[in-house]
Each structure stands twice: as C-alpha cells, then as structure tokens.
C-alpha cells in the first residue's frame, strides 16, 4: 500500500546538475507545445473532420489543459525529473510508478526512432539518392553527444530550436489573419466559404469528428517534458509555475488558431492537406513564393527539436526509476551532472527501433508502435488518480507547497477523468485505433503486474 505521507520516493534529484536558467525553461514550456504532431499529423485530422477540427482541438485542448494543470500542481509541490512516475508512486504505490515511468519510456524512446525517420525523409528528398539510414545515424550521433555534455547544451539547443519554431508558427498565424481578413496583398479575403461549404461544419459527420478529436490527442504529446525538465533548472518551482499557468493561451494560440486559420484558408478536401501538409498548403495557397521549403525546414527542425527532448526524457525517466529501485542500477550513475548510462540506453533503444523499421516493417514495427498507442492516454489517467489522492495529502501535511492548485478540485479532475474515459471508448469504437487499444492495454498490464510483484517482493524484505 503507498503511504499515506506526502513524502518523496527516495530520489537524489541532488546528484543531477541544474544548469537549466529560467529562459531555457521558458522556451521549452513554450516551444514544446510545437510538435511534428501538428505540422505534419494534423492533416489527416483535417482530411477526416473537415472545419470541425478546430472543434476536436478546442475539446482535447481543455482535456490537456486540466491534465497539465493537475501535473503542475504535483511537480511545483515536489519537482522530480521522474515527474509523473514519482507522483505515482508517491500517491498510488511503486507498482503505478513503476507502469507509468516504463511505458512512457519505451513511447518516448521509439518517438525517438519514428523523428528520425521522419527527419531523414526529408533531407534526403533535398539530397536524393543519400541513404536514409545514414542521415538517422547522424541526427542520433549529435543528439546523443549533446545529452551526454551538461544539461545546458541540451537546454541551449531547445533554446533555439523552440525559438524558430515559435517565430515560425507566430509568422504563419500573422500571414493567415491578413489573409482572412483579406488586408495581405494578392489576396481576396475567403470569408466563410471553406467553413460552410458542402456538408458544413461537420462534413465526416461525428465519425469525421471522432477521428478529428483522436488525432488531436495524440499531437499533444510532449508537454510533459517541462515538469521532467523543471527537476535540473535553477527555481524548478517557479518554473514549474510558469509553464503551467502560461499553458492555456499557448494551446490556444498554437493548435486552435493555427487550426481555424488553415481551415478558413483552404478547402478541407483539397488533397494538399494531406499530401504536402495543412501548413505548406496554407502558404502555397497564398501563394507566398518557397513556402513549401521553407515549411518543410520547419518541420525539420520541429523533428529534431523533439528527438532531442526525448532523448532527454527519456533519460531522465530511467534515472529517477533506477534511483527509486525500479530499474538496473548501472543506468543510474551519474557523471558530471549528467546520467550518461540511460542517455545510452535511451539512444541505443531508439536506434533500435529505427532498425526494426527496416528489417521487420510488415510484422515487428508496427507490433510497437501499436503498442505505444495509447500510452499518453494512461499517462494521463495516473497523473489524474494521483492528484486526486495526493491532493488532500498536500492540503493537510504540507498546505505551503501548494504554489499551483488544480481548478475546482475536485470536479474537474473528475470531469477529466470522464474525458479520458470517454476517449478510450471512442478508441474501442474505430477499428484504426481499436488494436492500438489492445495492445497497449497489454503491455500496461504485463508491466502493472511486474511492478506489483516487485513491489510485494521488497515489502517482504
């Protein structure tokens, strides 16, 4: 049984360095909202849900909402660079630390493997006849030697790269609300032509609205990498605090708005949403000269701006399970501030799953990535749980460490769980995400139950 004290899961945070400054965590708060999920997946969500996309963002942007708010709250009070997992330790017991600290793991260190994939597609299209493998090689080479140096190169290169992706999304926002107020030159203002067309707001109907919210879901991961990241700044509180409070105008100004410009820009149906990216068909349908390169650099850099939080994630996930007892321990030596086994072992796993979608594309490959499915979804549903129990813990052992607090506690994290709920039916519902359901409910369930054995084994110690 967890205890019933809000202290800590024994982890030597103190080991790490803390060479975070606050502007590196401001930019990754800001930036990391910014994902290849929304330059490149959101166009099949478009293609699916036509204008009510901007509906499935604005309902899984309230559901992220009310999770980092929840997640905010647990991290300002005890900052850990096992974030989450610690949380669910601390609230729910080492086996719920133990499940979600190693599937999010094993989520992040193949999204690890699908950016650079991804990355080498698109160089080798500027560079064709080049070997894709060869160009994934070198991205995890410089990523890799970029999280063994001190945290504050991999927090220098976030800097940058969350910069040019703010800049360029800020840029694309500012062009299309020219645009659609008609006041860009050369172009005529579409009004509300693209939004009313054939089959209106909703032309998929619910199911096209369904696949729309699902895909939405899914473009938000990686949010979770400030409170993991907040553990080696300088004020984790205050940063923590930041990031949380500043998240709502960031995913509405971001996803939603981006989402409403490119729907009002561009007929739904038009089969550049999918083919070149809603983005570059936004922008070439303003017929803005290079934007299609220029885009497709973005989305580069959003590839590799996300292979390197990950690997950093991902690290910093096995260090703090090691430390707490729930891993190898050789992962969990720390050198120069830096836990350069599992930053290893994290790159080692993710070039592994690189190979796979080479060697075994039709059978292995797609075997983890189904497996991987749903993994924020559980995620969430932890973080949910051990707010709902940790809360009350706070309010009367340690009421001053309440620097964030959950809106409407309890309703809200109840309404959230509902949300969360909800969306797991509707995953049950579409055959495409139904067996993404399945085996991630089994690889939670294997790791559920190796945790609670573990977890008996010690207490009998």
Known sequence: MPSTSVKAPQEPDASLSHGLK?????????????????????????????????????????????????????????????????????????????????????????????????AAKIVTGWLPGTPEW?????????????????????????????????????LFLVLGVLAVAGVLPGTDAPGLTNLTGEGGLLPGGADGLVIGLLASIFAYGGLETVTIAAAESEDPVKGVATAVRTAMWRIALF???????????????????????????????????????????????ALLSAMNANIYGSSRIAYSLVARGQGPKAIGRVSGGVPRIAVLA??????????????????????????????VLVVWILIAVSQLLLRRRIEREAP??????MWAFPWLTWVALAGMAAIFVLMAREPGTRTQLYWTGGMTLVLAVVGYARQRVRATR
């Open 134 to 170: 060869a160009w994934v090689a070198l991205f995890m080479l410089v990523f890799l030697g970029t999280n063994l140096a001190a945290v504050k190169n991999f927090g220098e290169f976030e800097f940058w790269f969350a910069a040019l992706k703010v800049g360029a999304i800020s």
């Open 255 to 301: 996803y939603i708005g981006s989402m409403a410009v490119i729907v009002t820009l561009v007929p739904w149906d038009s089969k550049e949403v999918v083919e070149k990216g809603p983005y570059v068909a936004a922008l070439d349908h303003l017929g803005i000269p290079g934007a299609g390169q220029v885009m497709n650099v973005v989305v580069l850099v």
């Open 22 to 118: 606050q502007r590196h965590l401001s930019m990754i708060a800001l930036g990391g909202v910014i994902g290849a999920g929304l330059f490149v997946g959101s166009g099949a969500g478009i293609a699916a849900a036509g204008p009510s996309i901007v509906l499935a963002y604005a309902l899984s942007g309230l559901l992220v909402m009310l999770v980092m708010r929840m997640l905010g709250e647990m991290s300002a009070a005890y900052p850990s660079s096992g974030s989450f997992s610690a949380h669910a330790e601390r609230a729910i017991g080492p086996w719920a630390g133990f499940t979600a600290g190693w599937s999010f793991w094993v989520l992040l260190c193949t999204a690890v493997g699908l950016e650079g994939i991804g």
């Open 346 to 375: 994290s790159s080692v796993f993710g070039f592994l799953c690189v190979l796979l979608s080479y060697w075994r594309p039709d059978d292995v490959f797609p075997w983890l990535l189904n497996m991987i499915g749903a993994v």
């Open 400 to 405: 001053e460490r309440l620097v964030v607090r």
